[in-house]
């Protein structure tokens, strides 16, 4: 059963998008529903997803820049965009980006069987010509470094702590502050800061959301000491960031 992320900003198209997928029984599940981008990619971070049906109008983040975000994760990911007829240069954005498919509204059933069923025979044929031609691969255990970055890439920024990082390896953090400033020549705390900076960028570039927002979710409870931050790596304030951006 292929695992299904409907992103919308109204819940009755994700409702009725989600009641004629059920009804085609095809072997497809919806298994999130998300209202805009950024939630939608928040979600993708931590969760496994085979097809992504996106809206390209949405707030906060829209469909085409979801696409590029998407783009730049480690992994493919296959998205069907849905779009109405007067905005189709979207669509050929999206289309030059590698999205899969396009629906357009209002969306008919017998347009969503198609494209569904078009998608479900080329994962196949992807399945059959993998299995012919790759050589089945051992498992290659990871290093602890390597380990301790699948933890960081897997965990939410304001979520991850050294302890925190060196618990989930099952290694003392004094040790993993060791080995980390010996393998990439900076310290844990610093490594962090950077993602949250790059992180709080992208966020200050690609959605509306506010400062205080944007600080809260890399993991800086206090506004002053993200803006001061962000300052110190960038050499512009937050604010300023974002209208040199707009």
Same mark, same amino acid.
């Given at each position: 059963?292929?695992?299904?992320? +409907?992103?919308?900003?109204?819940?009755? !198209?994700? $409702?009725?998008?989600?009641?004629?997928?059920? #009804?085609? @029984?095809? &072997? *497809?599940?919806?298994?999130?529903?998300?209202?805009?981008g950024?939630?939608?990619?928040?979600?993708?971070?931590?969760?496994?997803?085979?097809?992504?049906?996106?809206?390209?109008?949405?707030?906060?983040?829209?469909?085409?820049?979801?696409?590029?975000?998407?783009?730049?994760?480690?992994?493919?990911?296959?998205?069907?965009?849905?779009?109405?007829?007067?905005?189709?240069?979207?669509?050929?954005?999206?289309?030059?980006?590698?999205?899969?498919?396009?629906?357009?509204?209002?969306?008919?059933?017998?347009?969503?069987?198609?494209?569904?069923e078009?998608? +479900?025979?080329?994962?196949?044929?992807? !399945?059959? $010509?993998?299995?012919?031609?790759?050589?089945? #691969?051992? @498992?290659? &255990? *990871?290093?602890?470094?390597?380990?301790?970055?699948?933890?960081?890439?897997?965990?939410?920024?304001?979520?991850?702590?050294?302890?925190?990082?060196?618990?989930?390896?099952?290694?003392?953090?004094?040790?993993?502050?060791?080995?980390?400033?010996?393998?990439?020549?900076?310290?844990?705390?610093?490594?962090?800061?950077?993602?949250?900076?790059?992180e709080?960028?992208?966020?200050?570039?690609?959605t509306?959301?506010r400062?205080?927002?944007?600080?809260?979710?890399?993991?800086?409870?206090?506004?002053?000491?993200?803006?001061?931050?962000?300052k110190?790596?960038?050499?512009?304030?937050?604010?300023?960031?974002?209208?040199?951006?707009?």
């Open positions: 059963m292929k695992k299904v992320l +409907l992103v919308d900003d109204e819940r009755w !198209v994700r $409702t009725a998008l989600k009641w004629t997928i059920n #009804k085609l @029984n095809l &072997p *497809l599940q919806v298994v999130h529903e998300a209202q805009n950024l939630e939608a990619l928040d979600w993708i971070k931590m969760n496994d997803v085979d097809l992504i049906l996106t809206d390209i109008r949405m707030p906060i983040m829209d469909g085409l820049t979801l696409v590029k975000e998407l783009n730049s994760l480690n992994g493919a990911y296959d998205v069907i965009v849905i779009s109405v007829h007067d905005e189709f240069q979207f669509i050929q954005q999206a289309m030059r980006s590698g999205v899969t498919d396009y629906l357009l509204k209002p969306i008919e059933e017998k347009e969503v069987k198609v494209c569904l078009k998608w +479900l025979n080329k994962k196949s044929n992807e !399945v059959n $010509t993998l299995k012919q031609t790759l050589p089945e #691969k051992e @498992n290659i &255990p *990871l290093s602890t470094i390597e380990r301790v970055m699948d933890y960081i890439n897997k965990t939410p920024l304001d979520q991850i702590t050294l302890k925190e990082a060196a618990e989930s390896i099952h290694i003392n953090p004094s040790y993993l502050s060791q080995l980390f400033k010996q393998q990439l020549n900076k310290k844990f705390v610093d490594y962090i800061t950077e993602l949250r900076i790059e709080s960028k992208r966020l200050l570039h690609n509306t959301l400062m205080s927002e944007i600080a809260e979710r890399v993991g800086y409870s206090d506004l002053a000491y993200f803006s001061n931050n962000f110190k790596i960038v050499g512009l304030s937050p604010s300023e960031y974002r209208n040199i951006q707009a």
